[in-house]
């Protein structure tokens, strides 16, 4: 698959007067779920050992986390070393449609149930404040790490709260993209992929 080309024709196919994302998180997510997935497993360690080098340069004590869908990159090998290290980390709960998320505390080997969207959490929900950190799943981003999600709204929601966590964006290289910024948009504090940090 010669990604270089596809998206340079997934980009210029997409008219940027209009209301792109949409369409681009289409196909973006056809993109991302065609990869090759020796490659996306290869990419997926370069992202974990870029993540790690820029954890060891900040001092977070408390990190929101994810579980990988629908071939997000996956850091599921990564959880435990950084709670061996003494992070406390939390996965992400929704708690309503127009409701910024909630944090669980989570360790590696606590019992896990699917949510309403299939996604895990922990089963027993120890709430916890809203991490110093968050790890944020891209479907596509901007050179001015301005972020594409599904469209649901929640971590604009989430990142609207004060003290805003640091946030650490999460991507393959071949998803960046262009797309108007509006109003509502955050930028995150960095985005990592398999080729190093943004």
């Not at 990988?68 to 990564?78: A, F, G, K, R, Y």
């Not at 972020?147 to 640091?166: A, C, I, K, N, V």
Request: aromatic share 8%; glycine share 6%.
């Amino acid at each position: 698959m010669s990604l270089p080309s596809d998206k340079k024709r997934l980009v210029e196919a997409i008219d940027l007067e209009q209301d792109v994302k949409p369409a681009l998180r289409r196909s973006l997510l056809t993109m991302r779920c065609a990869l090759d997935e020796i490659e996306r497993a290869r990419w997926n360690r370069k992202i974990i050992e870029h993540l790690e080098r820029y954890l060891q340069t900040h001092s977070f004590s408390t990190l929101g986390i994810y579980f990988s869908t629908q071939n997000e990159p996956d850091l599921i090998e990564l959880y435990a070393a950084l709670s061996r290290k003494g992070l406390t980390l939390s996965l992400p709960v929704v708690m309503g449609k127009t409701l910024p998320l909630q944090f669980v505390k989570w360790k590696p080997g606590d019992p896990l149930v699917k949510d309403n969207f299939g996604i895990s959490i922990p089963e027993i929900k120890e709430f916890v404040p809203l991490p110093q950190t968050l790890l944020v799943p891209c479907l596509g981003f901007t050179r001015n790490r301005f972020r594409l999600g599904y469209g649901g709204g929640y971590f604009d929601r989430t990142l609207e709260q004060q003290p805003r966590p640091h946030t650490i964006g999460i991507a393959y290289a071949c998803l960046e993209v262009q797309f108007p910024v509006q109003e509502h948009d955050i930028a995150m504090d960095c985005i990592i992929t398999e080729t190093g940090a943004i």
